[in-house]
């Protein structure tokens, strides 16, 4: 008979640092408490290899309320994973050190793959995957795209193409210009050419969201329709390209009035819906299925 165990997970995410405490019964994982902080981490230093100052006291801020947090649950275990804007970061090592010398956390930077992994344990704790599926994470400075079964992990790659690195490289006007908009598209199109190659061995692969901009879509579709962003599980392509629409159409001014649409991802939110909106085209995906469950859902079953 399985015990039950709480721990706590973070993951220390290029934008957004995100707490869960829960407990654990073998693979069952009951969520007690989630926080997200928006750290941007990878602010004014991804693209340069580096983290800066700012950023570090803004993740130790974060870490504070996060262990606060963790004392009052009461978790046994914590487990913190750093992603792409640490692994990338020349300073990298020194700010893991720190974070250790400060709040005694393991922090294991995570490399694209083994983060692509821990993902697809955390979506099968909230969405069950009965035929193959393409699992889609995109964060600030990675993108994780996972094929899988009920069973196991088919196919898995990380890109170094998050929205940070691609807000930096082509978000330079407001709106975005259409000549940065379809750079971006080209861009994205090469870079993932792996991804287009290993899809077409597949057929129907249903299409599954997890993390932030999952999260947002759900966000602006429940305040568009007036119900629980929550109960949000699917999302045609059609819905989607209506909101897409807003997000890269409309002046940073604008997009603070979009129902549902919360100022921490008024920026990442060109780059994000651009890269989704491109990888749903070229994938000719047709609906959405978006998944609560991700990285910290995966961290805290390892």
Same mark, same amino acid.
């Given at each position: 008979?399985?015990?039950?165990?709480r721990?706590?997970s973070?993951?220390?995410g290029?934008?957004?640092?995100q707490?869960?405490?829960?407990?654990?019964i073998?693979d069952?994982?009951e +969520?007690?408490?989630?926080?997200?902080?928006?750290?941007r981490?990878?602010?004014?230093?991804?693209s340069?290899?580096?983290?800066?100052e700012?950023?570090?006291?803004?993740?130790?801020?974060?870490?504070?309320?996060?262990q606060?947090?963790i004392?009052?649950n009461k978790?046994? %275990?914590?487990?913190?994973?750093? +992603?792409?804007?640490v692994?990338s970061?020349?300073?990298?090592?020194?700010?893991?050190?720190?974070?250790?010398?400060?709040?005694?956390?393991?922090?294991?930077?995570?490399?694209?793959?083994?983060?692509?992994?821990?993902?697809?344990?955390?979506?099968? +704790?909230?969405?069950? =995957?009965?035929?193959?599926a393409?699992?889609?994470d995109?964060?600030?400075g990675?993108v994780?795209? =996972?094929?899988?079964?009920?069973?196991?992990v088919?196919?898995?790659?990380?890109?170094?193409?998050?929205?940070?690195?691609?807000?930096?490289?082509?978000?330079?006007?407001?709106?975005?210009?259409?000549?940065?908009?379809?750079k971006?598209?080209?861009y994205?199109?090469?870079?993932?050419?792996p991804?287009?190659?290993?899809? %077409?061995?597949?057929?129907?692969?249903?299409?599954?969201?997890?993390?932030?901009?999952?999260?947002?879509?759900?966000?602006?579709y429940?305040?568009?329709?007036?119900?629980?962003?929550?109960?949000?599980k699917?999302?045609?392509?059609? %819905?989607?390209?209506?909101?897409?629409?807003k997000?890269?159409?409309?002046?940073?001014?604008?997009?603070?009035?979009?129902?549902?649409?919360?100022?921490?991802?008024v920026?990442?939110?060109?780059?994000?819906?651009?890269? /989704?909106?491109?990888?749903?085209?070229?994938l000719?995906?047709?609906?959405?299925?978006?998944?609560?469950?991700?990285?910290?859902?995966?961290l805290? /079953?390892?």
């Open positions: 008979m399985n015990e039950l165990t721990k706590a973070i993951d220390m290029t934008n957004t640092f707490l869960l405490i829960a407990d654990i073998g069952k994982v +969520t007690v408490f989630t926080q997200d902080i928006f750290v981490l990878g602010k004014g230093g991804i340069n290899g580096e983290i800066t700012e950023a570090m006291q803004r993740a130790f801020d974060a870490l504070d309320k996060f606060k947090v004392k009052e978790a046994e %275990e914590v487990k913190v994973a750093a +992603t792409s804007a692994r970061a020349s300073n990298g090592e020194a700010f893991i050190q720190d974070i250790y010398n400060r709040y005694g956390f393991v922090v294991n930077i995570l490399s694209g793959v083994e983060e692509a992994e821990v993902i697809y344990k955390g979506v099968k +704790t909230d969405t069950a =995957i009965q035929d193959t393409i699992i889609m995109i964060g600030g990675s994780e795209f =996972i094929i899988g079964d009920a069973e196991k088919l196919w898995k790659q990380s890109f170094e193409i998050g929205a940070q690195r691609l807000y930096d490289q082509f978000c330079h006007e407001d709106p975005i210009s259409s000549e940065n908009s379809e971006l598209g080209a994205i199109k090469e870079k993932l050419s991804l287009l190659e290993e899809s %077409e061995k597949f057929s129907a692969l249903k299409f599954i969201g997890a993390a932030g901009t999952f999260q947002t879509i759900q966000e602006v429940g305040a568009i329709h007036d119900c629980k962003p929550s109960s949000v699917n999302v045609s392509y059609e %819905e989607y390209k209506n909101m897409h629409h997000f890269v159409g409309y002046t940073r001014e604008q997009r603070f009035e979009i129902p549902g649409l919360i100022p921490q991802r920026d990442m939110i060109v780059p994000a819906s651009l890269l /989704l909106f491109n990888v749903l085209t070229l000719k995906v047709k609906e959405i299925h978006i998944s609560s469950g991700s990285l910290r859902e995966g805290v /079953l390892l």
